[in-house]
């Protein structure tokens, strides 16, 4: 799978990790920054997300201080599904219930261990459809709307 991954200065650490595992399982990563100097966030979330949009089927990774800043900032690029994920149950249903197409998480506030498992179930998990298409559908009709 391709994925896209991204962080600020707060996630670069836990952003190189995330990386060699994704690669060792023989996925495609590209890194759109931030190169470990001080960056603003949602200059990362806004190039990663536009680039998710428009390659079909790939995924985004990205990685702040909370992963809030991330997750608030690549949800405002239409088609991006962002979701903020601490824990196992999140990762996983986040893709089986809402086809989320970016994962954030938080380096100041999970391990590193933690992260990687995160990464894995986010990657292999897959879309469960069903009742849940009509409600990403929704979510897709209401950036029609607004
Ligand atoms: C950077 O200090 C920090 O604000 C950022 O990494 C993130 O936590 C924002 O949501």
Known sequence: MKIYIGCDHAGYEMKAAVKELLESKGHIVQDMGGDGGRVDYPEIAKKLGKAVVSDDGSRGILICGTGIGMSIAANKVKGVRAALCADHFSAK?????????????????????????????????????????????MIRGMEEEF
């Open 93 to 137: 249903y986040t893709r089986l219930h809402n086809d989320a197409n970016v994962m954030c998480m938080g380096a100041r506030t999970l391990g590193v261990g933690v992260a990687l498992e995160l990464a894995e179930l986010f990657i292999d998990t897959p879309f469960e459809g069903g009742r849940h298409e009509t409600r990403v559908n």
